[in-house]
Nanobody
Framework: HVQLVESGGGSVQAGGSLNLTCVDS????????MGWFRQAPGQELEGVAA???????WYKESLKGRFIVSRDDAKNIITLQMDNLKDEDTATYYC??????????????????WGQGTQVTVS
């Protein structure tokens, strides 16, 4: 079954960059639509970016231009490049997988498989 592991989080100053990675150990990535979500303390989970099996990307409108989602099916990874980070980007970031549809959705209900999260702190 699908198993997702995120990495790449950490602490960074405002204006800095981080590149998050999500590894799919099941080697099913080419069959998955993938999403990145985040949850800040006391806040609801929100969709950040998503990509379908063909690599079509979709972003939360306010993050366009700062965040880029990419996938490498041969390596079974997706990445989230985050530039010009701001304090409000501080959150736990999760990757999620959908084996059924082929839509780059930012709706958490579309996704069945989730990673454990990686913390991003911007100060």
């Amino acid at each position: 079954h699908v198993q997702l592991v995120e990495s790449g989080g950490g602490s960074v100053q405002a204006g800095g960059s981080l590149n998050l990675t999500c590894v799919d150990s099941s080697n099913l990535l080419k069959r998955l639509s993938m999403g990145w979500f985040r949850q800040a303390p006391g806040q609801e989970l929100e969709g950040v970016a998503a990509t379908d099996r063909d690599g079509t990307a979709w972003y939360k409108e306010s993050l366009k231009g700062r965040f880029i989602v990419s996938r490498d099916d041969a390596k079974n990874i997706i990445t989230l490049q985050m530039d010009n980070l701001k304090d409000e980007d501080t959150a736990t970031y999760y990757c999620a997988a959908d084996l059924v549809t082929n839509e780059p959705s930012l709706l958490e209900t579309q996704y069945y498989y989730w990673g454990q999260g990686t913390q991003v702190t911007v100060s």
